[in-house]
């Protein structure tokens, strides 16, 4: 299986820390060794790396370890290939534009019998993995439910893809990260889980690798800052594990949804 990795938070914020933990379960502590990715927003644009080696042997993903860009989200995958070959155009985050925003996707997991399942015709996948095309039948069934215009209600909106997350599970394991950048929507099968920093700010720990950060010497008393990952990357926090279906959306690191 995959891992993911997200952020959703209230100022423009750097997942150095994170990211350099998550990059050791690629090839050093996890068999995630077939290609990962990280998009980056920035407004209504983004910047995406991505590469088809292990992210721990990856220089582009030394330069995400070292350069800290600024973002209030994030979105990242380290995978372990089971549908589609091991290459750049299979690699996550996947990205279409939908309503004139970039819509941003993650899946962790493997579905079975699903080609007859997704019909699409407007959002074709690029690559050949099972993802890919679960995310372009989402964007598919969420343009036949709400038309060509972005709602001004996004609620019933993440609701709806929720219940499509549902009828996906049904064909094996769906983890999933989406954001449209401005919320942050997570759905678990079986492996999710996330924290959300605050003031009073301290010291975290990673799992993965010797590095220790005071979070009290790079943030300020008014930031709030949410990670989503599949497994916890630190070791002396408290991270909430989702349950089997449930789903959260976040916006500038709040929870709002789920």
């Known amino acids: 299986m995959c891992e993911l990795l997200a952020m959703s938070a209230n100022v423009p914020t750097d997942i150095v820390f994170s990211f350099t933990g998550l990059a050791e379960r690629g090839g050093v502590t996890g068999p995630h060794v077939d290609g990962w990715g990280i998009t980056f927003y920035e407004g209504k644009g983004n910047r995406t790396f991505k590469d088809a080696c292990p992210s721990s042997k990856s220089h582009i993903a030394d330069l995400i370890k070292s350069y800290p860009i600024k973002s209030e989200i994030v979105v990242s995958h380290?995978?372990?290939?089971?549908?589609g070959c091991v290459s750049l155009v299979n690699t996550h985050p996947f990205t279409r534009e939908l309503w004139g925003r970039y819509w941003t996707y993650a899946h962790n997991g493997q579905l079975s019998d699903y080609k007859g399942k997704f019909t699409v015709s407007r959002f074709q996948p690029v690559g050949d993995t099972d993802s890919?095309?679960?995310?372009?039948?989402?964007?598919?069934?969420v343009v036949n439910h709400f038309g060509e215009q972005e709602p001004e209600n996004m609620q019933p909106v993440f609701d709806y893809i929720a219940k499509l997350a549902d009828e996906i599970r049904e064909l094996g394991v769906f983890n999933m990260l989406l954001s449209n950048g401005i919320?942050?929507?997570?759905?678990?099968t079986n492996n999710l889980c996330h924290i959300t920093r605050r003031a009073p700010f301290g010291k975290a720990t990673l799992i993965d690798t010797d590095v220790v950060i005071d979070f009290s010497q790079e943030t300020t008393p008014n930031d709030v800052v949410t990670v989503i990952a599949t497994r916890p990357l630190t070791n002396n926090e408290n991270w909430v594990v989702l349950s089997p279906g449930d789903w959260k959306l976040f916006r500038k690191g709040e929870l709002v949804l789920g």
């Open 78 to 83: 380290i995978r372990q290939a089971n549908r």
């Open 132 to 141: 890919e095309l679960a995310f372009c039948w989402i964007l598919e069934s």
């Open 183 to 188: 919320d942050l929507m997570a759905y678990c």
